[in-house]
């Protein structure tokens, strides 16, 4: 393939790909965001606190990269460039963003081990006050630690690009990417859908229903599955790119056609990472996709139940979102 053909593809993907991505999964983190908040049962469940601070998260990433990165293209010229306030304002965004989707996917981890464990105090732990403060912190701590991007990035004045001017902070900066993006996922999703199959196990020597403890395992095992899938899938090869960059000094853009190529589709499927929640959720939850077809009126609302099943035992009860 010619150099000119893979400039010439690439270009058409970032337009047409990226603006597509960035449509859709906009919509979809929207009516995630509007479903887990706007719904008077789903905001009662701590779960869906989480669900709905990652699906911002998500878009945040998506209005700060998938839609500038079409507009560059499109026009010809980089649109971060286009001022200082939007070079700094979307990579300051980029990194919180990711931050926060990622922070929040971590505490609905936790919060499906905590409502598995046999100790009371463990599973009432997690209230839904617990919830909002954690995802307050979570947007608070995520917001201070990007700063550093919006500061040490600026629009250059010979080329009008937005990048690093900070070479030290550039490769803390691709560091950062790289260690936030990949092993810090894979790591706490593993551990703690481990230490929920641990407890399922546990659970069933306990004198649980059988075919609740069934559900909750399938249920789990998507939830954790899908996740994890995602996130390496998406974000692993990006990765790795970038640390590739790194270790042979091309920058974070590269040098070669071919550089240029595979960050491009490294970074759609980024965008594919930012937007896929909403769909998921809708595929693997039947309990989700009516709520949202009530919500648009698709369906007229009939006696159904957001909690997919419940388990009680004594006065212990124990509340899953996704079924």
């Given at each position: 393939?010619?150099?000119?053909?893979?400039?010439?593809?690439?270009?058409?993907?970032?337009?047409?790909?990226?603006?597509?991505?960035?449509?859709?999964?906009?919509?979809?983190?929207?009516?995630?965001?509007?479903?887990?908040?706007?719904?008077?049962?789903?905001?009662?469940?701590?779960?869906?606190?989480?669900?709905?601070?990652?699906?911002?998260?998500?878009?945040?990433?998506?209005?700060?990269?998938?839609?500038?990165?079409?507009?560059?293209?499109?026009?010809?010229?980089?649109?971060?460039?286009?001022?200082?306030?939007?070079?700094?304002?979307?990579?300051?965004?980029?990194?919180?963003?990711?931050?926060?989707?990622?922070?929040?996917?971590?505490?609905?981890?936790?919060?499906?081990?905590?409502?598995?464990?046999?100790?009371?105090?463990?599973r009432e732990w997690m209230t839904l006050y617990t919830a909002r403060?954690?995802?307050?912190?979570?947007?608070?701590?995520?917001?201070?630690?990007?700063?550093?991007?919006?500061?040490?990035?600026?629009?250059?004045?010979?080329?009008?690009?937005?990048?690093?001017?900070?070479?030290?902070?550039?490769?803390?900066?691709?560091?950062?990417?790289?260690?936030?993006?990949?092993?810090?996922?894979?790591?706490?999703?593993?551990?703690?859908?481990?230490l929920t199959w641990h407890n399922l196990k546990a659970s069933s020597?306990?004198?649980?229903?059988?075919?609740?403890?069934?559900?909750?395992?399938?249920?789990?095992?998507?939830?954790?599955?899908?996740q994890t899938s995602m996130v390496v899938v998406s974000v692993l090869?990006?990765?790795?790119?970038?640390?590739?960059?790194?270790?042979?000094?091309?920058?974070?853009?590269?040098?070669?056609?071919?550089?240029?190529?595979?960050?491009?589709?490294?970074?759609?499927?980024?965008?594919?990472?930012?937007?896929?929640?909403?769909?998921?959720?809708?595929?693997?939850?039947?309990?989700?996709?009516?709520?949202?077809?009530?919500?648009?009126?698709?369906?007229?609302?009939?006696?159904?139940?957001?909690?997919?099943?419940?388990?009680?035992?004594?006065?212990?009860?124990?509340?899953?979102?996704?079924?």
């Open positions: 393939m010619s150099s000119e053909l893979i400039i010439v593809v690439s270009k058409y993907l970032y337009i047409y790909l990226g603006l597509f991505l960035g449509s859709v999964g906009s919509i979809g983190n929207l009516l995630t965001i509007s479903t887990f908040v706007g719904l008077k049962n789903y905001r009662s469940l701590p779960s869906s606190t989480f669900l709905a601070g990652s699906a911002l998260g998500e878009q945040l990433v998506l209005l700060s990269s998938a839609f500038p990165d079409s507009l560059t293209y499109m026009s010809g010229y980089d649109f971060y460039g286009t001022s200082v306030s939007m070079c700094k304002s979307t990579s300051f965004l980029y990194f919180a963003g990711g931050v926060i989707a990622l922070t929040c996917m971590y505490l609905a981890a936790i919060d499906r081990y905590l409502q598995t464990c046999r100790s009371a105090a463990r403060l954690l995802v307050f912190l979570a947007i608070l701590v995520s917001s201070g630690i990007s700063v550093p991007f919006a500061i040490y990035r600026n629009v250059t004045p010979d080329y009008q690009l937005c990048q690093y001017v900070n070479s030290i902070f550039k490769r803390i900066a691709s560091l950062m990417y790289a260690i936030v993006g990949v092993p810090m996922p894979i790591i706490l999703l593993s551990v703690f859908g481990f020597q306990h004198q649980r229903s059988r075919l609740v403890t069934h559900q909750l395992n399938q249920q789990v095992a998507r939830m954790i599955l899908i090869p990006a990765s790795l790119l970038q640390a590739y960059f790194l270790t042979t000094g091309k920058g974070s853009q590269g040098v070669t056609v071919a550089d240029k190529f595979l960050l491009c589709t490294t970074q759609l499927l980024l965008y594919a990472h930012s937007c896929a929640s909403f769909y998921v959720y809708l595929l693997v939850s039947p309990t989700f996709r009516r709520r949202v077809k009530i919500m648009l009126c698709l369906k007229q609302f009939h006696s159904t139940r957001v909690v997919a099943f419940t388990l009680q035992t004594n006065a212990t009860r124990m509340q899953t979102i996704i079924s």
